[in-house]
T-cell receptor, first 113, second 111 residues
Framework: DVKVTQSSRYLVKRTGEKVFLECVQDMDHENMFWYRQDPGLGLRLIYFSYDVKMKEKGDIPEGYSVSREKKERFSLILESASTNQTSMYLC????????????FGPGTRLTVT | TQLLEQSPQFLSIQEGENLTVYCNSSSVFSSLQWYRQEPGEGPVLLVTVVTGGEVKKLKRLTFQFGDARKDSSLHITAAQPGDTGLYLCAGASGSARQLTFGSGTQLTVLP
C-alpha cells in the first residue's frame, strides 16, 4: 500500500525560528513535492525534486528551501518563520515524470506566532 | 502560469440530490485528475482523464474531459454524506513534471 508520511500533524513555532518539515515515502518514487494549502487558494507548489540532490522552484519558493539527500526523504525548511507562513503543508510523491498521479501525506498544520 | 478555475467554491446540498462541479481553464492539458480531500487528510486521487471527450464513471461519480482538453466536470448522482469533502481538479501539461491545481470545491452533503 502506498504510503507518504509527514513528521508532524500539528506544529506551533515562533516568528524567526528555523522550521524543518520532513516527508518520507516508501514507494521508491522519483518525484517529490511540497505544497502549501490555504482556503480559497487550492494547492500552491513551493518546491519539487525529481531526483536525489535535485530541486526546482515551484510557484511560491520565497522564504523556503528544501533538501533531498535520500530518494525517500524530502525536507522543507523555513529559514526564519514568519506569520504569513502559517498554513497547511502537504507533501506528495509520484512515480516517474510520465506518471502524474500524486500520492499525498496527511499534511502538517503549521502555526507561526 | 496556467490557471484552473473551479466552480462553485462552496456547495451544500441534501442527501439524494445531484450536483455538478466544474473545472475550467484557457490552457490545454494533456491529462486532468480529480482528487478528494477529507478533513485532516491529504488529497486522494479519484480519477485521471486523458482523451478529449472522455467520460469515466466511478460508482455514482461521473467525470468528463472536455473535447478541447481545457475543461472537466464531475457529476455526483444521489449524493450521500460520505461524499462530503474538498474536490480538487489538477491538470498536467506537456513535459512538465508538476500539476496545476484548481482552487477546490467544498462539498457538504447534509443527511
Amino acid at each position: 500500500d502506498v504510503k507518504v508520511t509527514q513528521s508532524s500533524r500539528y506544529l506551533v513555532k515562533r516568528t524567526g525560528e528555523k522550521v524543518f518539515l520532513e516527508c518520507v515515502q516508501d514507494m521508491d518514487h522519483e518525484n517529490m513535492f511540497w505544497y502549501r494549502q490555504d482556503p480559497g487558494l487550492g494547492l500552491r507548489l513551493i518546491y519539487f525534486s525529481y531526483d536525489v540532490k535535485m530541486k526546482e522552484k515551484g510557484d511560491i519558493p520565497e522564504g523556503y528551501s528544501v533538501s533531498r539527500e535520500k530518494k525517500e526523504r524530502f525536507s522543507l525548511i523555513l529559514e526564519s518563520a514568519s506569520t504569513n507562513q502559517t498554513s497547511m503543508y502537504l507533501c506528495a510523491s509520484s512515480l516517474t515524470p510520465g506518471q502524474y498521479e500524486q500520492y499525498f501525506g496527511p499534511g502538517t498544520r503549521l502555526t507561526v506566532t | 502560469t496556467q490557471l484552473l478555475e473551479q466552480s462553485p467554491q462552496f456547495l451544500s446540498i441534501q442527501e439524494g440530490e445531484n450536483l455538478t462541479v466544474y473545472c475550467n481553464s484557457s490552457s490545454v492539458f494533456s491529462s486532468l485528475q480529480w482528487y478528494r480531500q477529507e478533513p485532516g487528510e491529504g488529497p486522494v486521487l479519484l480519477v485521471t482523464v486523458v482523451t478529449g471527450g472522455e467520460v469515466k464513471k466511478l460508482k455514482r461519480l461521473t467525470f468528463q474531459f472536455g473535447d478541447a482538453r481545457k475543461d472537466s466536470s464531475l457529476h455526483i448522482t444521489a449524493a450521500q454524506p460520505g461524499d462530503t469533502g474538498l474536490y480538487l481538479c489538477a491538470g498536467a501539461s506537456g513535459s512538465a513534471r508538476q500539476l496545476t491545481f484548481g482552487s477546490g470545491t467544498q462539498l457538504t452533503v447534509l443527511p
